[in-house]
Each structure stands twice: as structure tokens, then as C-alpha cells.
């Protein structure tokens, strides 16, 4: 039988094996030393990058990257949270240059811009010169419908125009509102240009007629509205063909839209500061100005706390379509929607209707909003009224439910001014219809990893990518002389079953 001494030597040689050719950690990335491993999980499709996001306890969010030599359309898609991406963004410039943030469906989003022509078409076109007369004109609509104040200080303005195309995005960084969701700011863009989306006359054609007639409570200088030279929007495209300078299709659901620093796979023209940008974000501690930039830049970037949401509608008519602003809806504690509106968490919404259905009062939702960057859903309520706070119903300000689906909680404020800062009990959300009941994913689902030097691969596993043969110390012999000393171990007669228990026993005892 083969002595302790041999027996030694050889855990000692394994050891020493182990040490040369190390076991691969799966690499979880970090600010720094102190901090925790982070989120930073890797997905092949957007539905699934979406549904472990709105899992997570962390604040993370969804971003799609475009790789290099792969089919074109072809993205992968990032969960992680801000901080986390600024920082590897800014360092692994190869694999994170062509990303995207997605825009998630139904999230409170501020007022953007994507616009483009072709150059080579449009010899005469002053690009620089349209960008400053569509933010003026976007300022004044916004000052006649909402009575907002703003300039072109607060529209952020990035250029990755190459000598083919004129490109610019624009986000604008209102103080203190935002737009209920991507297709809200749609609805308002269409409606806003609406004197040149129907045949390209910008005076007297029957869609601008149409647009006068939209909000006449909104627009009292109708004459002003009629004289509105849009006709540096008309551009035309590669085949000589009408076209807007402002993007329609960027306010879908999910929408990628491009970041600031990045690229589109296969070009070098990355989103930089446009030289005529007048936005400088607002300091803030321990954020660089280039981070605050890049922040300023996200469109999902939002809280909850003092945000005054902006509605733009669309209601079916016989004769098509027609999108009008409502006053009322500018204001939580005017909002009503005809019938109860659906967020993306159907079971959540439920959930709130059985909290204010009751003592014999039907409440209803009145209209929800649901912040991204907190995962915060906001319940407007209508009909019950009851608060916490007083311990009875308001006579006339309604309550909101506010749902935390980060931290799977529920909590109730109010509208009314002397509740303005309360804050209920937070009580926990019912366990079948937590986020984290209904989904679980495990990390072995990723079907890519991100090393340390910022190489994105397939991951190793061979249910979600294809299998990576390493060069360590897990070859077939060494398996072999695994097995073999575990297997000596275990018949050693000197070492009982009852005495490995024992010791377990000690050590959870201590």
C-alpha cells in the first residue's frame, strides 16, 4: 500500500501543477479592490438581456454591442450598470466602441433627436445652420404647448458626420421634465413637423391645416403657427427623393440608439461634442466632466424624484390617426386615461388594483410611469383616496402607489400638499408576482464572457456557445491522477466516515 510519505509527495506535485497552470476565474469585473464583483453578464438576444435586467437587485441597464467580423445587424447585448460601463468603456475602447443604449419599452425618456443627410445630395445644405433652427423651433413648440423655457444650453449636441453624411443626435436635458416614453416623443416630434410629412409644402397643404387644429387651447398665436418656415427639414436621400432631416423611426420600443464615443461596426465617425454645442452638463462630486457628458447623454437617464412627465396621445378617429397634447396630462394629479392602460408588468398592475379596490370603493389607475434608472413603477390613483399619512381619504388630491420592482416592495404617497413629503411603510410585493420569483437566471446561461483584457468570446458552455478547450491543467491525465488520489483517500481505512463527520460538526459548531 502506498505510504502517507508518497501519498504527500504526490498532493504536493498536483499542487505545484495547479500553481503553473491556474484554474481560469470567470472574470467579474470591479472599480476597485474594495468593491464587490458587479453585474456585467453578456446575451445573445435582447429579450433576455431585458428580463435579467428588471431580475436584478442592482441598478443595471441594458446596451447593445455591435462586434466586429460578425453578420451585419448582428448584436449582442450588456447588462450592467453606469458607473460600471463608463469605466470599461472608456478603457477596452475595441470591444465596447460600437454600443448602443436600448431604450426600454414604456420607460420615462427625455426629448431626442436623430438627424442625417447625404451630403453629396444636399451641396447647398448648412447643416450646422438646420440644427440651430430645429432646437430654436423645438424650444418655442415646447414653450406654446407645456410652458417650458429652454435654449440650445440645454440640448446636448453630438456629431459623427464623416464627408457622405451629415449626422447629428440631440438630447435634450430639460430642468426637471421628461416624456412619459419613447412613442410620447414621437407623437409630439410627428406632430410638431407635421406641415412637412404629408407632401412637403410647408404653407397651406391639409396636413398643416390639420396640425393647427391639433391644440387650439395650446397654440393662441395661430397666425405664428402658420408662417413657420420648416422648409430646411426637406432634404434629399442617395436616389434624389424627398426626405426629412429628422429621423422618424427612432421612437419604437427597445429602440438602440447610438453612444456617445461610439461607432457603427465597420466606421470610424464616433459621436464626439458637435462644435457648435452650447451644453455644459452640471458638476457633480467625484464625476469628471467627460463621465458627466456621457451620462448627460443617455436618454433613460432619469430619477423619479421632481420630474414633471410630459404626454403627447394618439387617438383613433374615422378619418385616420390625429396626436394632440392634453394640458391635464402635463400634471400627475390632473392625469386621466380613458380606461386602465397596461405597463409592461401586466401582473404588477393587477397587484395595484386589488390595493384600491376595496372598503367599498372601485379605484383605478390613472396613468403609470415607469423610471428606468430606479425601476421605479409610478400608480397615479383615481377614486381612492385613502392616505397613510392622516390615517383617512383625502377629500379631493389622489394618492400615487409607487412600486419598487428593484427591491420588491410597495410604498403609498400623496398629491396633497401637506403629504408632499411623506412617505408610507414600504411592504413587500406578493412573492408570485416578484420579478425575482417569476424569473431566475443562472450565470451559466451567458452565452459570451469578457476576459480581463476586454476580449468579449463565446462562453464555455456548450448549451449556449460553442465549446473553448483550454490549455490548463484540466487535460484527461491529470483528471486521471485526480480521481486516482481521491479514490486512495477514500479507502484509507485510517480516516473514518464518522470522523470526517465529526469534524464537519466542529467546524459549523464554531
Known sequence: ???????????????????????????????????????????????????????????????????????????????TSYSELWHYYRTFRRSLMHCYEVIPEGAVCKLYFDLEFHKPSNKDADGIQMVSLLIQYVCEKLKTIYGLECSARDVLNLDSSTEEKFSRHLIFNLHGAVFKDNTHVGGFIHAILQQVLSDGRVEGSAAANRSDELAPSQAPDNKRQKQDDLSFLLVKNKDARDALFVDLGVYTKNRNFRLYRSSKVGKNAAFALAEDNRFIPK??????????????????????????ILTWDVEERREGKTMRPDPKKTNPSDDLLSGCVSSPHQEVDDFVLTLVNKDGIQGNIRRWNYFAVEQLLVYDIGRYRWCENVGRFHKSNNIMIIVDLKKEVWYQKCHDPDCRNFRSSSYPLPQEISVGFLLSLDEEDQAYLMDDAGNIEPSQNPGVGPEKTDDGWGEQQDDLDCLESLNSFEQDDGISDQLLLGCMADFDAH
Open 1 to 79: 500500500m502506498e505510504s502517507w510519505r508518497d501519498r504527500l509527495k504526490r498532493v504536493e506535485q498536483l499542487a505545484e501543477c495547479f500553481q503553473q497552470k491556474p484554474l481560469s476565474s470567470r472574470y467579474r469585473p470591479r472599480l476597485w479592490l474594495c468593491q464587490p464583483s458587479s453585474v456585467w453578464k453578456l446575451f445573445p438576444r435582447q429579450s433576455l438581456a431585458i428580463s435579467f435586467a428588471q431580475s436584478c437587485k442592482e441598478s443595471v441597464h441594458v446596451f447593445a454591442l455591435e462586434k466586429e467580423n460578425t453578420s451585419a445587424g448582428q448584436r449582442i447585448f450588456l447588462v
Open 283 to 308: 458638476a457633480q462630486k467625484g464625476i469628471s466632466a467627460e463621465e458627466s457628458l456621457f451620462l448627460s447623454s443617455l436618454v433613460c437617464n432619469i430619477s423619479f424624484t421632481g420630474q414633471r
